[in-house]
């Protein structure tokens, strides 16, 4: 497995931001990724893992350390009756276009959302008041020892954009969802629906990381955010989205820093207006742990 040098981490992430890491690696099975994870204990280096950096804001000083990249390895899938056994890394909308073709549906709410299935499964992603949580049967994860362990639905404790995996020192690679028997043109169907909604409602033609603050209970950040007049404010390159409130877009070369500075603007005018402080739905990677 090639593990390389100051790999430019703006390449992996859906935001096309920030600096470097150390050190990287995109194992494509679980032995490639426990000798990713015995190279770093031999260096004494943090590990970062990155799933496809859809929801993740890179620093402009990088990692220092060994960033391992899940999305893109890990493919593995077997499917017995309604019980699709699914390796981590597959990205979320080749696995959806995958299940039509085998009949089973239930998860077409997640179209258009990008992303690795394992990061979907560490965040609860979800849309359109559905979560991928709901679908997860088991899941099995790796500790840095490189130690395997399989965890139960109930074990997750998932909940909105949350579960119990969250800072958690594990390494999901494969899960293992429990779906419905469907016709496959009843699931396309749905699929190019829930699509639709999503390209008409989010600037996807952007670079940018998804919704960056998670909804306040009974109601909408985006809404919150446009009413406290935020809607097209501008730090450097990075700019609250003209067309949906809730998103950042990267203009061209935003730096992870005006990020940062307008998120705290926008949090401060939420809250000026409303009472109300919003909570950052995206994740910042630390320089190293």
Known sequence: MKISRNEPLKKHTSFRLGGAAEYFCQPKSVSELKEALEFAKGKKLAVFILGSGTNLLILDCGFKGLVIKIAGGLNKLAVKNNQVK??????LPKLLQKLATLNLGGVEFLSGIPGSVGGAVVMN?????????????????VNQSGEEKRLSNKRLK????????????????????????????????AM?????????????????????????????AGRLIEAAGCKGWRVGDAQVSSKHANFIVNLGEAKASQVIKLIARIQQAVKKRFHIILEPELKIMVKSA
Not at 127 to 136: L, N, P, R
Not at 159 to 164: D, F, P, T
């Open 86 to 91: 699914v390796g981590a890394g597959w990205p």
């Open 125 to 141: 992603a979800g849309a359109w008041g559905k979560e991928i949580g709901d679908y997860v049967e088991e899941i099995v994860v």
């Open 158 to 189: 998932f909940g909105y954009r949350q579960s119990w995996l969250q800072g958690k020192d594990l390494i999901v690679t494969e899960i293992v969802l429990k779906l419905k028997k469907k016709k496959g043109s009843f699931i396309k169907e």
């Open 192 to 220: 190019a629906k829930y699509l639709a909604l999503r390209y008409a409602g989010q600037p996807l033609g952007a670079p940018n990381c998804g919704s960056v603050f998670k909804n306040p209970k009974g109601e909408y």
